[in-house]
């Protein structure tokens, strides 16, 4: 899950390590302060031999023999004695001062890390919004993750036993976790237990564009919910689609629950009153209504959706999207919402899902929740959602 995506991440945590790593300290030349004297250098006696060859006409003009042997001729140095005063200790032949030196200090506080700036990280950042909009996230919330990981950098300063990966990690997986929350709490369980307290049946109604897996997923949910010791009923509503009704019989045979439906072509707002009506009368818990899969730009589709949901009052309109088409899903859920107010939101296909761009979108562009993601064909491959589940696929090892 999100693999492209984590790639991508994984190379800008790696830019940000490198940028906020303190800078590794050379050798410091050592610096002569006021009132520090270099060591006196000692001095030894310096013995140069001059030879002086003499020619024959100075031998005769000197009188001086000819096998008369070379004149050495030797000059002594006096010795210079440097007067020293050490102010400090005296190291490979360099004075350090009792005091630090500010080339020291200058060393350390490199390694100490310093505060990066805006113009530090403009690199990074732009690197990173476009790791986010070729994984297809929504513009918006693209922007919102980069500003996040700007004020988490921005001032930043490292120790030297700082852990550059695992801060990469926190700034990153803190600006995500923000956007995949939603300030609008929907906990379904909690729904169904209050209406079953009051004598009714929960109504959920599925709404969502067709092919992608509306009723595959109203089949998962109510495997979800039976194991829960819910009692269910579905309610055949997708009357447009050839085989739309028999697809849903052969679920519910298989999880042993009832179906309500009628012949196809028949009023969908009719199979779903029937099916409130036929829970209420079983003492049914839930009632999840199927309806056919339309795009939102069809108008005289999305008017009869409407219709539904003035019929069936449900307790929750449930946004059902291919994750597979990243921010198409993210467009659709706006609209039907628009439309019909959503409750909330299931992605189907997670387990497919290379680029994460719906998952990361969706709860920022509706303010709806995601409530459930479908990871697989299995009735059982439904799971609640948690922003961790995203998190540990994109930062996970």
């Known amino acids: 899950m999100f693999e492209k995506l984590k790639q991508k991440l994984k190379q800008v945590k790696e830019r940000i390590t490198k940028k906020i790593a303190p800078e590794p300290m050379g050798e410091e030349t050592p610096e002569i302060t006021a009132g520090t004297q270099p060591e006196a250098l000692s001095v030894e006696e310096v013995k140069p031999e001059i030879k002086l060859e003499i020619s024959a006409e100075e031998r005769v003009r000197l009188e001086v023999p000819e096998k008369k042997p070379v004149v050495e ?88 036993r700082a852990d550059l990966k695992k801060m990469a990690d926190e700034v990153l997986s803190d600006a995500i976790k923000e956007v995949l929350r939603s300030e609008h709490e929907v906990d379904l369980i909690k729904i169904i237990k209050e209406k079953r307290a009051k004598g009714d049946p929960a109504v959920l109604v599925f709404v969502g564009i067709n092919g992608h897996g509306k009723t595959t997923t109203i089949a998962k949910l109510a495997r979800y919910l039976t194991k829960r010791g819910f009692k ?38 009719a199979v779903a009153y029937d099916a409130i009506e036929h829970a209420r009368a079983r003492n049914l818990d839930v009632v999840l209504v199927d309806t ?10 999305m008017d009869e959706m409407k219709k539904i949901v003035r019929v069936a009052k449900p307790d929750a309109v449930i946004f059902v999207g291919d994750a597979l088409t990243g921010n198409d899903a993210v467009e659709q859920a706006r609209s039907f919402d628009q439309a019909v107010g959503i409750t909330g939101t299931i992605l189907c296909k997670m387990d497919a899902d290379a680029r994460g761009g719906a998952a990361l979108s969706i ?35």
Do not use: C
Not at 92 to 118: M, S
Not at 150 to 158: A, D, F, T, W
Not at 363 to 390: A, H, M
């Open 73 to 160: 001729v030797k000059r002594k140095v006096p010795e210079i004695e440097a007067e020293r005063k050490p102010v400090g200790k005296v190291k490979a032949g360099v004075i350090l001062p009792e005091k630090p030196k500010r080339g020291f200090i200058r060393a350390v506080k490199r390694v100490a890390g310093r505060e990066l700036t805006a113009k530090d990280i403009d690199d990074i950042l732009w690197e990173l919004q476009v790791a986010m909009l070729e994984s297809d996230v929504a513009v918006p919330v693209a922007d919102q993750i980069v500003e996040r990981v700007k004020m988490g950098l921005v001032g930043k300063r490292v120790g030297i």
């Open 232 to 269: 269910v009923v579905l309610a055949a509503g997708d009357t447009f689609r050839a085989a739309g009704i028999e697809q849903l019989e052969i679920h519910a045979k298989r999880l042993g629950v009832d179906i309500v439906k009628q012949r196809r072509g028949a009023d969908s707002a």
């Open 292 to 301: 056919a899969g339309r795009m939102q730009t069809d108008v005289n589709l």
């Open 363 to 397: 709860t920022q562009v509706t303010g709806k929740p995601i409530l459930f993601l479908g990871t697989g064909q299995g009735y059982d491959d439904l799971v609640e959602f948690k922003p961790e589940i995203i998190l540990n696929a994109l930062f996970g090892d």
